[in-house]
Each structure stands twice: as C-alpha cells, then as structure tokens.
C-alpha cells in the first residue's frame, strides 16, 4: 500500500474537547469499536459490561483475518471508528493517516500514565512522544521447554543457539522427539515477524539503526542461518509454516521441546484442560549472547473524530485502564482467565494475579526476561509494516529453500531503503 493510499480518503483530526456532558451524540447513537479475532465471545461481554455500567450503546465490530490490513482497508474506504485494537507498529502510520487522534489532554491522562511501565509508554506513544493509546495487554516473546524431555537426555536449557541445534540434534536421534523446536513461523502478523524479531533481539542483532537503516551484521545472519539449519535438518515439523492458531496445539500435544511463543501462551501450554504436557512446560531465558526477546503493548486507539469525545474516552479507560468505579475490568480478566500480562505497574503487583501466574510459570524468570527485553523502535515509522511484510515472506523462503543468506540479507536491506525513500 502506499503512502498516497494510507493518506486517501482520511478526514483531519478532531479538534472537540471536553465541555462537560455528552454534547455531540446523544446515546442512542452507538460508538463504532472494532478488534481482531482474539476471543472475541469474551470482548462481547466485556462491551455489555460496559454498556450496562455506563448506560451506554456500543457496536463492536469483529474484523476477522489479517487484522492490520483489513483495517486499514476499511480507514482508507472512510469507515467511522471511533475506537480500535492495533500492534505498537502501527500507531504512527495510523496517526499519519489522520485515522487517529492522541489522547493528551485528555482527563486523567497523566495519572494513567503514572501508573504505567515505562516501556509501555514508549510502546504507545508517537516519536513525538504523545501518547496515543492505552493498553491493551503488555507481552513479550518466551522461551518455553518440556523438562521431561530434558530429563530423559540429561541436559539443562540450551543457552546459545548452538547449543539448541545441538540438543535437537540429540533429541530427535534419541528419539525423544521427531521435531524438537518449534515456533511462530506462519507468514501473518504477529507470528514470522515477532519470532524473527526476538531471536535477532536474543543474538544482540539492531537490525534497524537509530536512523532506520536496515543493520546487516554477523548477529542477524547467524539467527537466519540457524532458522535454516532447523529446516534443513527436519528439525521443526514440515508444515511449521501453515500450523493453525500460532502453532501452540501443536506444541501442546507434547510433540515439540522447545518453543518461541507469545509468554501468555505458557498459561495454555500447562492448562491440562488443552494441554497434553500441562506442569512440564517451563520458561527459560531466550538463548543467545544477549539472551534478550522482544517486548511490546498492543493498543486500544480512539478515532480521529470521536462521536463524542467523553463517551468515547470512557469506552478507551474502561478497557484500557480502570473503569469510573476503580477497577480494571477488562484488564484483570484477560489476566487471570488468559495469562496476559498489562502495561499498568499495580495490576502485574496485584496478589490474585501474583497468585494466577505463579501456577503456570517461572515469575522471577519471567521478571528478568522482561527486564532484558528489547523494545521495537523502528515500528515507529510509518514504513515499517510495509517492509515487515516482505521480511516475512522472504524469510519463509529462504528457510524453505536453503538459499543464500548474502542474496536475503540484501534482498531486506534494499527494501527497507526503497521504502524509506517511498515516504519521505
């Protein structure tokens, strides 16, 4: 898509503020909420939770797919939203559009943002610095194992990506497992892209400078070329590409050792209500010489114009925040019932959450990951989706067919300057 077609069509920011009482929309004209395919039955319940505590009416929209574009498809054809999910990577690229608004000035902004982690902020503002969403969940990637594999081998977690292979290796000869390692290597966001990310991150790869220069370095090439070691060797299942449901039944059916997964999907891998290994999948430091991952907040963004700035930003605060009676609704129940971790210091300090995490992993582990954790600053760009996309699916082709690393590697860096140029 190009910069003309982002721009198309996008209406200029609102610039209503706060007069005290609904004054643009009476309530009977719903608010326009849109999200992607993420329990969807529970965000329905979570709206009628809202209408009913603010006498409200809500139209949620769920927009099934490849979430991003589609989106972006609907802003471009002029649909009103006034409010919706997006990945840290895509706020400035909406907000360029003039599809979103910031939320500074906003009542009670500064306290919200008291309350929350550092890294998240930085994760939901512009490069200006202006805040522009409240989270949604706060993540990072994980590095899980089946210890009772381990076990059978006598081995600890590898900590380098040498030792990985060579572990595979093991266990696949032994016959532990006929695909030791397993990951996010579907060509749809998030899966390629974060996987790829937080093995680059774990290595000490930039792959982007301070100036959004792609970074071409012995790091990034050795993840690469591991990626296609673990192919080659048959080490990863055959249709590791096209597994359904970011590839965790499939790890959950105890067939794999390793794993490189979203961290709240621990919760699912030691659920024995869906799990085959549930008490045997245990987190881990990512391997590597940095040993770091990546970290990110998804978002919830308010419309560039609001049907009502008031209604819509008691909507924003009841699900990414705390609601007008002092709690966090939404925020504790993906939490507790779904692992996911939250962007705001007191809930991830809560005990009944403390208690919840404790059950299914490692939390001094996971508190030292997270504080290793490499935030993705080029996502601020508005290029970065477009070259994010082509990474993907350059890099599932370079697994899949043993090609040359120098040709992928400068392949990437190429488009990255193709694209910067673009939108200068």
């Not at 802003?75 to 919706?84: A, I, K, R």
């Not at 522009?132 to 600890?156: Q, R, S």
């Not at 987190?283 to 040993?291: K, W, Y």
């Not at 963004?301 to 990414?320: H, I, S, T």
């Amino acid at each position: 898509m190009s910069r003309r077609q982002i721009l198309g069509g996008a209406a200029a920011l609102s610039a209503a503020s706060l007069m005290g009482g609904r004054a643009f929309a009476a309530p009977s004209t719903p608010l326009n909420f849109a999200g992607w395919q993420y329990q969807p039955q529970i965000v329905d319940e979570n709206v009628k939770t809202f209408m009913k505590l603010y006498d409200e009416n809500v139209a949620y929209e769920l927009i099934t797919g490849d979430y991003h574009p589609l989106a972006e498809t609907k802003l471009t054809g002029g649909q009103h939203l006034d409010m919706l999910y997006a990945e840290e990577n895509y706020i400035a690229r909406w907000h360029t559009a003039e599809w979103i608004r910031t939320l500074e000035g906003l009542p009670g902004i500064d306290e919200i943002k008291a309350k929350m982690f550092p890294v998240s902020i930085q994760s939901l503002s512009l490069p200006t610095g202006e805040l522009a969403g409240l989270p949604y969940y706060a993540g990072y990637n994980t590095f899980l194992y089946n210890e009772e594999h381990l076990a059978k081998i006598g081995v600890e977690s590898p900590t380098t990506w040498d030792a990985v292979l060579e572990v595979c290796r093991k266990l696949k000869a032994d016959g532990i497992s006929d695909a030791p390692f397993h990951g996010m290597w579907q060509q749809q966001w998030p899966n390629m892209s974060w996987h790829m990310f937080a093995c680059w991150y774990s290595e000490g790869a930039k792959v982007f400078d301070a100036d959004g220069n792609f970074v071409d370095e012995p790091a990034l090439r050795k993840i690469l070329e591991v990626h296609q070691t673990l192919y080659k060797e048959k080490l990863v299942v055959e249709d590791i590409m096209t597994l359904p449901g970011e590839g965790v039944p499939s790890y959950a059916s105890g067939r794999h050792t390793f794993m490189v997964v979203h961290d709240y999907n621990h919760k699912v891998a030691n659920d024995p209500a869906v799990s085959k290994i549930a008490g045997k999948v245990k987190n881990a430091l990512m391997p590597g010489a940095t040993r770091s991952t990546m970290a990110w907040t998804a978002a919830y963004l308010m419309g560039a114009k609001p049907v009502d700035e008031e209604r819509v930003w008691n909507l924003l605060q009841f699900f990414g925040g705390k609601a007008k009676d002092g709690q966090y609704h939404v925020i504790k129940r993906w939490a507790l019932e779904f692992g996911l971790g939250s962007g705001y210091k007191e809930v991830m300090e809560d005990p009944e959450i403390v208690e919840s995490f404790s059950k299914w992993r490692d939390l001094k582990i996971s508190s030292e990951q997270l504080g290793m954790a490499t935030a993705r600053s080029i996502g601020k760009t508005i290029w970065f989706p477009e070259w994010d996309m082509f990474m993907m699916q350059q890099v599932q082709e370079y697994i899949r067919s043993g090609s040359s690393t120098d040709a992928l590697v400068t392949a990437l860096a190429d488009k990255a300057a193709e694209l910067k140029a673009q939108y200068q």
